[in-house]
């Protein structure tokens, strides 16, 4: 009987037996609550609960374990998809500027207009590297370059 490990990003691998399973724990790819799926059924289980391994008592901390890579004959992945990491710098900058740009346009002239200015710039940057809150940050830099516009019309009235 085998069994697929799933990853966290819905990927699988295996499938493998018992044996090949107990080799994936020593080397830290397999952890008690690493999720598998039976090969014969498709139910989805725990590891820990699986007849057969063993895990260790104590095991030492690891950065990241490992998936189970090519080095056994079984390893046929399902599907598998490149995590990409994402810059968070310029939208966590974005939003601070268009959270700050208001504040200033009460207190120095252009300082307000400058800021929102930074954060939309920052926000299109985010938008070119795929960031998911990118189109927020743009409305949030939009209204703060508003707001700043409405604040100079009111100080001429």
Not at 24 to 35: A, K, Q
Not at 53 to 73: H, K
Request: glycine share 10%.
């Amino acid at each position: 009987m085998g069994y697929y490990v799933l990853g966290d990003q819905g990927q699988k691998y295996g499938p493998a037996d018992v044996d090949t399973l107990n080799l994936w724990v020593t080397e830290g790819r397999i952890v008690p609550h690493s999720m598998l799926e039976d090969e014969v059924s498709g139910g989805q289980i725990v590891a820990s609960s699986i007849r057969g391994l063993q895990f260790p008592m104590i095991a030492p901390p690891s950065a990241s374990p490992a998936p189970p890579y090519a080095q056994t004959p079984q390893y046929r992945p399902q599907s598998y998809v490149m995590p990409t990491t994402v810059d968070h710098g310029p939208i966590v900058l974005a939003f601070a500027m268009a959270v700050v740009s208001p504040m200033l346009s009460y207190f120095i002239s252009f300082g307000g207009l400058i800021t929102a200015g930074i954060g939309l710039r920052s926000a299109l940057r985010a938008k070119n590297n795929g960031h998911p809150l990118a189109t927020l940050a743009i409305v949030a830099c939009a209204l703060a370059m508003g707001f700043w516009v409405l604040s100079k019309f009111a100080r001429f009235y």
